[in-house]
C-alpha cells in the first residue's frame, strides 16, 4: 500500500512511502493515517518545534 506523507503543519508533501503493514507504521507516534495519505511532520516543522518553546505562540 502507498501513502503520501504530508506535514500536518504546513501541508507540504514530503513524498511517497510504501507501507507494506500499517503495525509498522504506529511505532511512529507522529504519524497519522487516514485512508492514503500519512500525516506527519516535515524535517522543518519538526526542527521548529523542538526548538519552541512549548505552547508559546509569537
Ligand atoms: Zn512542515
Do not use: Q, W
Amino acid at each position: 500500500m502507498r501513502v503520501v506523507k504530508v506535514c500536518r503543519a504546513c501541508d507540504r508533501i514530503i513524498g511517497e512511502i510504501e507501507l507494506d503493514d500499517l503495525t509498522n507504521a504506529n511505532s511512529d507516534p507522529i504519524m497519522d493515517i487516514v485512508g492514503n495519505v500519512s500525516y506527519t511532520l516535515c524535517p522543518g516543522c519538526l526542527n521548529d518545534m523542538e526548538t519552541e518553546p512549548k505552547g508559546v505562540f509569537h
